[in-house]
């Protein structure tokens, strides 16, 4: 059976050999200008030093709960780059002391009451994909340990609404197990971030995680219908509606509190049926700032294509896209009724103005095909979903690797990139002595692209979370300075907190305070998240 990597991205059995490691270092190497990056071996389970649990497990929850060593030492971080060096070297003591998988509502109330009753914290845990911190039971003082609420035995489908487009789903479903559920109705969330193959739905309403479509429906916010809240003082769960004008919205306070109100449970989704027709097309483009142009043309046309992602050349090269220095351009239109031709043959017509051509024609499929292609959006997809394996084996040759991403208005974009693309050269040199930093377009929208960035450059063993840091806080400040987000879709953790606080309106984070106190009187959910915990896990205000 397949287990999942207690220290790095996914499936264990995924992590090459060293043969093809070295192979791996010896190309990185040359990227980079060093000599070639030799591989260390990953740890051994048996071989970590695992500390021991503070609390006992409490009989009333044996029946779901775990203090396994492999349950807490997978379970110990999420999967960013500063988690998987930890992770690659052995350091496991943030571990929590145990591991709930509730199967029911009323065990994931039951954890909560006992944590909050015996000053445990409580993380909760989807996939575990986190890439801010937002899973790590990194305690401020004044708890007696941490509890791991791991969701994923709460998967199910449980009705789907045909006529209304809406689904009921647990929130412990992952990408996969609720796509697999929906089509055995025809149907789908269509919701696909890089995370998809180990992410919840739980997780993505909880982060505001982006999606398949880049444009109109970028964010799971968009396909929310109804989210339920279990909290320490009760249950929150709004109506289930296309709209409402009743005062603010619950749902807009449950999307986003990254598990620090309540744990989800379940939600009303609205999905579709599956895509009948679909039409890819590439388009390259010699001039970057003419790409950006003819990008966000098409973002303010009104045709609204489900892919419009725009790579860089170095992004292009990265990702084996084209390696002749053009900047290309990813286009998809799809429809579950009619051909989109039309919208097709409009948007190529913007890019041709900016001095764009096809790479290829138009490939349209239909039918069953339409969820399939071999074109250059193909490639693109299956290099994006994996990714996030190649960080395993990064880290394993000692590289400094990691991605950012953030949206600005077109406006600001191209001072915006000109301080990011100068600032993180700088720091890179700084810290590693040079680097690489390429850039795509993830979503856009009519007011701004979402861009998003991947950096690269050589570490020095044993100092490479350091370097990390330096680059990711050049990063951050370029992107505060131009009034950008700190995060698209990213999400806040502990990573990015610094920042976060820094852009949001004090008197917000002060109301938020107010209602975690008031749905965590005893502050067990997820402390340090979106903002520091009192002292002693208990808000010391009157």
């Given at each position: 059976?397949?287990?999942?990597?207690?220290?790095?991205?996914?499936?264990?059995?995924?992590?090459?050999?060293?043969?093809?490691?070295?192979?791996?270092?010896?190309?990185?190497?040359?990227?980079?200008?060093?000599?070639?990056?030799?591989?260390?071996?990953?740890?051994?389970?048996?071989?970590?030093?695992?500390?021991?649990?503070?609390?006992?497990?409490?009989?009333?929850?044996?029946?779901?709960?775990?203090?396994?060593?492999?349950?807490?030492?997978?379970?110990?971080?999420?999967?960013?780059?500063?988690?998987?060096?930890?992770?690659?070297?052995?350091?496991?003591?943030?571990?929590?002391?145990?591991?709930?998988?509730?199967?029911?509502?009323?065990?994931?109330?039951?954890?909560?009451?006992?944590?909050?009753?015996?000053?445990?914290?409580?993380?909760?845990?989807?996939?575990?994909?986190?890439?801010?911190?937002?899973?790590?039971?990194?305690?401020?003082?004044?708890?007696?340990?941490?509890?791991c609420v791991d969701m994923t035995r709460m998967g199910r489908v449980i009705s789907v609404d045909a006529l209304s487009r809406t689904a009921r789903i647990e929130a412990g479903a992952t990408g996969p197990v609720l796509e697999a559920q929906l089509a055995e109705r025809g149907m789908t969330l269509r919701h696909f971030p890089q995370s998809f193959e180990f992410s919840t739905l739980g997780g993505w309403i909880a982060t505001r995680a982006g999606g398949h479509f880049a444009t109109v429906y970028t964010h799971i916010d968009d396909l929310v219908a109804s989210a339920r809240l279990v909290t320490p003082s009760g249950v929150i769960e709004p109506l289930a509606l296309p709209g409402s004008g009743a005062g603010p919205d619950p749902n807009r306070l449950t999307l986003g509190s990254e598990g620090i109100l309540g744990i989800i449970t379940e939600a009303t989704v609205r999905v579709r049926p599956r895509p009948a027709w679909r039409a890819r097309v590439s388009v390259r483009f010699e001039d970057f700032g003419r790409a950006v142009e003819a990008t966000r043309r098409i973002a303010q046309s009104g045709l609204f294509p489900a892919n419009c992602r725009l790579l860089d050349a170095r992004e292009a090269q990265l990702h084996s896209i084209a390696f002749d220095g053009s900047h290309i351009l990813l286009l998809g239109f799809e429809s579950d009724e009619a051909p989109r031709e039309a919208w097709v043959a409009e948007a190529l017509s913007l890019c041709a103005e900016q001095g764009g051509s096809p790479t290829a024609p138009v490939k349209v499929t239909t039918g069953e095909g339409a969820e399939r292609g071999g074109d250059q959006s193909a490639a693109w997809r299956s290099a994006f979903i994996d990714a996030p394996y190649l960080s395993n084996t990064l880290v394993s040759l000692g590289?400094?690797?990691?991605?950012?991403?953030?949206?600005?208005?077109?406006?600001?974009?191209?001072?915006?990139?000109?301080?990011?693309?100068?600032?993180?050269?700088?720091?890179?040199?700084?810290?590693?002595?040079?680097?690489?930093?390429?850039?795509?377009?993830?979503?856009?929208?009519?007011?701004?692209?979402?861009?998003?960035?991947?950096?690269?450059?050589?570490?020095?063993?044993?100092?490479?979370?350091?370097?990390?840091?330096?680059?990711?806080?050049?990063?951050?400040?370029?992107?505060?300075?131009?009034?950008?987000?700190?995060?698209?879709?990213?999400?806040?953790?502990?990573?990015?907190?610094?920042?976060?606080?820094?852009?949001?309106?004090?008197?917000?984070?002060?109301?938020?305070?107010?209602?975690?106190?008031?749905?965590?009187?005893?502050?067990?959910?997820?402390?340090?998240?979106?903002?520091?915990?009192?002292?002693?896990?208990?808000?010391?205000?009157?």
């Open positions: 059976m397949a287990e999942r990597s207690f220290w790095g991205w996914g499936w264990e059995e995924r992590f090459p050999d060293e043969g093809a490691r070295r192979q791996m270092g010896q190309a990185i190497g040359a990227l980079l200008g060093v000599s070639a990056m030799e591989p260390l071996p990953p740890p051994e389970l048996d071989e970590i030093a695992l500390p021991t649990p503070r609390v006992e497990i409490p009989e009333a929850l044996s029946g779901f709960c775990t203090a396994g060593r492999r349950e807490r030492a997978t379970r110990t971080y999420g999967r960013s780059y500063p988690d998987i060096v930890r992770g690659f070297r052995g350091d496991f003591g943030p571990a929590p002391d145990f591991v709930a998988r509730p199967r029911t509502e009323q065990e994931v109330a039951a954890v909560l009451a006992w944590c909050s009753a015996e000053r445990v914290a409580a993380i909760p845990y989807g996939g575990g994909t986190s890439v801010v911190g937002g899973v790590e039971a990194a305690l401020p003082a004044g708890f007696a340990g941490a509890a590289v400094v690797v990691d991605t950012f991403e953030t949206a600005c208005t077109w406006s600001g974009f191209e001072a915006l990139h000109e301080d990011v693309v100068r600032s993180v050269r700088e720091a890179m040199r700084g810290a590693c002595g040079q680097g690489r930093i390429s850039c795509r377009f993830t979503h856009v929208y009519p007011d701004g692209p979402a861009p998003y960035y991947t950096f690269l450059a050589p570490g020095r063993r044993g100092h490479e979370v350091e370097q990390w840091g330096a680059i990711k806080a050049a990063a951050s400040e370029a992107l505060l300075r131009h009034g950008a987000t700190i995060t698209h879709h990213h999400a806040v953790g502990r990573v990015h907190k610094p920042w976060y606080l820094r852009q949001t309106p004090g008197p917000f984070v002060d109301a938020l305070r107010a209602v975690k106190a008031r749905l965590d009187p005893a502050q067990v959910l997820n402390p340090g998240v979106l903002f520091d915990s009192p002292p002693g896990g208990v808000d010391p205000r009157p």
